[in-house]
Each structure stands twice: as C-alpha cells, then as structure tokens.
C-alpha cells in the first residue's frame, strides 16, 4: 500500500510563487512515475507534469518555463515549484504515482490541495 500526502497549497497574487510537496509512504520499492495533476473550476483533471525515479521529467505546454519538479528519492518526496503564478493555475493540485512490478498500471493519489491565484 502506498499513501501520498500532499502540502504548500495556498492563495497567491499573480506573479507569485507557491512549493507544493507530496510525501509518500508505504511500499515505495513499487513507485516508478509521480507527478502532478490538477483539476481548476468547471475543468476535467488534467495532467501538469511527471518525473520517472531516474529525474526525467515532462512538462504540459501551458507550464513549461514556469513550473519545475523534482524528486528526493531518498526522501520520497516530490515536489512542484510553481512560478509566475497566473490566475488560470487555480485548481486543486493532485499528486500521482505509478505502480511498477507487480503493481503496473496501479495509480496512487493524494488527497489534493488547493491552489488559488487572485488577478
């Protein structure tokens, strides 16, 4: 079993900066992929970025160059910098990790934590 708590959310200007972190426990031998999704108002959860256990990492278009992720194995820890904050980055934030092993195609959640950007 794999638990995912999420922290850092919180309102913010335009402009700002917020560092949401997920911490994992549990079976983590079994954790490949994490990232981060986030579902806005009247919106469907999209996917913001991934980084695999070795650092690759991926990006959505509409956050390249502002929001960057990052992983403390030894931790088991991610976390997402989020910079230049812009009001469309409201949502509430998800972390995700994917099983791996036995546990392929397995996906763990967190909790979820609000962002909120004001014009």
């Known amino acids: 079993q794999v638990q995912l708590v999420e922290s850092g959310g919180g309102l913010v200007q335009a402009g700002g900066s917020l560092r949401l972190s997920c911490a994992a426990s549990?079976?983590?031998?079994?954790?490949?992929?994490m990232g981060w999704y986030r579902q806005g108002p009247g919106k469907q959860r999209e996917l913001v970025t991934t980084?695999?256990?070795?650092?690759?990492?991926n990006y959505a278009d509409s956050v390249k160059g502002r929001f960057t992720i990052s992983r403390d194995n030894a931790k088991n820890t991610v976390y997402l910098q989020m910079n230049s904050l812009k009001p469309e980055d409201t949502a509430v934030y998800y972390c995700?990790?994917?099983?791996?092993?036995?546990?392929?195609?397995?996906?763990?959640w967190g909790q979820g934590t609000q962002v909120t950007v004001s014009s």
């Open positions: 549990g079976t983590i031998f079994s954790i490949n992929t």
């Open positions: 995700n990790a994917k099983g791996s092993g036995i546990y392929y195609g397995r996906d763990y």
């Open positions: 980084i695999t256990r070795g650092g690759s990492t």
